[in-house]
């Protein structure tokens, strides 16, 4: 996950902060295992989130700037 992090930082597309990545993903790990025999800390209901909706959100942020980079591209060609 850090790698590809890193690499969408390298084309402009990060999708948040690494420490705002880094406390989502603890989040996401404390959720998943707060009813078993390994849990962390319990965590609030607001506090709680999963793999799969925090990977969502940072890719439909990514995927919507890209596509607003993309459609200014195609109006600049068409306008030169």
């Known amino acids: 996950m850090?790698?590809?992090?890193?690499?969408?930082?390298?084309?402009?597309?990060?999708?948040?902060t690494y420490a705002l990545i880094a406390k989502n993903m603890q989040s996401a790990v404390a959720t998943k295992l707060q009813f078993t025999e390994l849990c962390q800390?319990?965590?609030a209901?607001?506090?709680?989130?999963d793999f799969v909706t925090v990977i969502e959100g940072w890719g439909r942020n990514v995927r919507m700037r890209a596509d607003a980079r993309l459609k200014a591209a195609?109006?600049?060609?068409?306008?030169?």
Request: glycine share 4%; proline share 7%.
């Open 2 to 16: 850090t790698r590809d992090v890193r690499q969408l930082e390298a084309l402009g597309y990060s999708p948040s």
């Open 45 to 49: 209901p607001h506090e709680r989130r």
């Open 74 to 80: 195609k109006t600049a060609a068409k306008a030169a």
């Open 41 to 43: 800390a319990f965590l």
